[in-house]
């Protein structure tokens, strides 16, 4: 079976800055991509930022010049920097990642969440 473990998030004044890190553990043959989504409150998941194995970068609008994706392939884990936060940015944060098991089977698989509170 595959875990994501997440860690960091907590609570921060605006302005502030927060990282995240997830690591993957399990019989993974190879990872993909990697990514964070968040949930607001009432509000769908929606992503923030996936980095692929090679690291290529995708993020959202909104997060753009503020937050850094980055990889770690040798331990399986991603992080996110996330730097003048702002209090639309609170949610709960969950780790993403699209990997292989089998070969030519990918999958994906969610951390369990991590709430990140900005307080104005």
């Known amino acids: 079976q595959v875990q994501l473990v997440e860690s960091g998030g907590g609570l921060v004044q605006a302005g502030g800055s927060l990282g995240l890190s997830c690591t993957a553990s399990g019989r993974i043959l190879s990872i993909n991509a990697m990514g964070w989504y968040r949930q607001a409150p009432g509000k769908q998941r929606e992503l923030v930022a996936s980095?692929?194995?090679?690291?290529?970068?995708n993020y959202a609008d909104s997060v753009k010049g503020r937050f850094t994706i980055s990889i770690d392939n040798a331990k399986n884990t991603v992080y996110l920097q996330m730097n003048s936060l702002k209090p639309e940015d609170t949610a709960v944060y969950y780790c993403?990642?699209?990997?292989?098991?089998?070969?030519?089977?990918?999958?994906?698989?969610w951390g369990q969440g991590t709430q990140v509170t900005v307080s104005s």
């Open positions: 980095i692929s194995s090679g690291g290529g970068t």
């Open positions: 993403h990642a699209n990997l292989n098991l089998v070969w030519y089977r990918p999958d994906n698989y």
